[in-house]
């Protein structure tokens, strides 16, 4: 049987992700609430059930946006999601539910976020890939993995002073990754949303800030789960170019991922051919691609709405342009849709 989540069977589905092999830190129920408080999101959460337990999962979001089509994905605003089932026939009827779902809310696509390819008859973009690697479990050896000229790049870092933090609230990473995403053209998260992530899923999320002489110099937002850590949201100030203060960040994030006995470093997400995607190869890190794939309802094409598209050049150039108040103050209304 597959239903509906309610808040009552919150603690079983978390029990369920817990367990799964295939489960990853974006199934976990706490992005439902996240969702829906920071942006306003309709969520179906979908599970099977049988003989009163969870059998499968199907964590699903519904954005209707004016400027970027109505779209329900799996997971929304995360790089991982699609469905956790015990066997083909349970991941079979959750996909049947959500297809059906989509045609009754009538929207242009479902977008399902796997990490391998689950249904390859159905059409799916060979935009992004993720990096994952396992880390040996001494700070040193980790260090010397890391190809000669990036190491180079950290030991700058070490050099010039830096040291990370761990803050116990948002607003020097919400600072510097408003900054860098507005230097890139990007609309920026509400400050809300960084707060809510951080009080939802409390010791799994961790703000580590770099600085020099007290001064902010870049910040990230780590997930934790299980054996793994995942650098998700992360920017630097001017300043960090200079000290390459994003090299020394990441680096700290892996050396203190070593020291709690974390197994493997998710670099996470990145389109082919940016310079995110040059970045985490030139630390030694494989790309491997992501499968996102898609059932069309209303729309006979796949969504493209990423800064890669080149009708949104303009945009992106005058958004660069804009003073950081100010992308700050109009970022999250687009943001909430883009997710």
């Known amino acids: 049987m597959i239903k509906i989540l309610e808040a009552s069977d919150f603690q079983r589905w978390d029990d369920y992700v817990n367990v799964a092999p295939e489960a990853t830190f974006f199934h976990q129920v706490g992005w439902k609430t996240v969702i829906e408080k920071s942006f306003g999101h309709k969520t179906y959460y979908l599970y099977a059930e049988e003989d009163g337990n969870?059998?499968?999962?199907?964590?699903?979001?519904?954005?209707?946006?004016?400027?970027?089509?109505?779209?329900?994905?799996s997971n929304a605003f995360c790089v991982y999601g699609g469905i956790v089932a015990n066997d083909a026939q349970t991941a079979l009827a959750l996909d049947s539910r959500a297809c059906q779902l989509a045609e009754d809310l009538g929207v242009d696509c479902l977008e399902i976020r796997n990490r391998t390819h689950q249904f390859p008859e159905r059409p799916f973009k060979e935009l992004y890939v993720t990096f994952r690697k396992e880390l040996d479990t001494e700070v040193e050896k980790n260090l010397l993995a890391i190809p000669r000229k990036q190491r180079a790049m950290v030991r700058k870092g070490i050099d010039a002073g830096l040291v990370s933090v761990i803050d116990d609230n948002v607003d020097r990473l919400h600072q510097a990754y408003s900054e860098s995403v507005r230097n890139l053209g990007t609309p920026v998260f509400s400050k809300k949303y960084f707060?809510?992530?951080?009080?939802?899923?409390?010791?799994?999320?961790?703000?580590?800030?770099?600085?020099?002489?007290?001064?902010?110099?870049?910040?990230?937002?780590?997930?934790?789960?299980?054996?793994?850590?995942?650098?998700?949201?992360?920017?630097?100030?001017?300043?960090?170019?200079?000290?390459?203060?994003?090299d020394f960040m990441y680096w700290e994030v892996m050396r203190r991922a070593v020291e709690k006995g974390i197994r493997i470093f998710d670099y996470g997400r990145s389109k082919v051919g940016t310079g995110s995607y040059s970045f985490k190869k030139n630390w030694g890190f494989i790309p491997e691609p992501l499968y996102y794939e898609f059932y069309l309802v209303?729309?006979?094409?796949?969504?493209d709405i990423n800064p890669l598209n080149p009708k949104y050049q303009l945009f992106i150039a005058a958004w660069k342009r804009l003073p950081l108040f100010v992308s700050q103050r109009l970022g999250p209304f687009l943001s909430k849709d883009l997710g």
């Open 298 to 303: 209303k729309s006979s094409a796949l969504p």
């Open 195 to 246: 707060q809510q992530l951080k009080e939802i899923f409390a010791d799994q999320c961790e703000v580590l800030t770099i600085e020099r002489d007290g001064q902010t110099i870049a910040s990230v937002m780590n997930f934790y789960f299980r054996d793994e850590v995942l650098p998700y949201y992360g920017g630097g100030t001017a300043l960090a170019r200079d000290v390459k203060g994003n």
């Open 54 to 73: 969870i059998t499968g999962i199907f964590p699903l979001v519904h954005i209707n946006s004016l400027l970027f089509g109505n779209t329900l994905v």
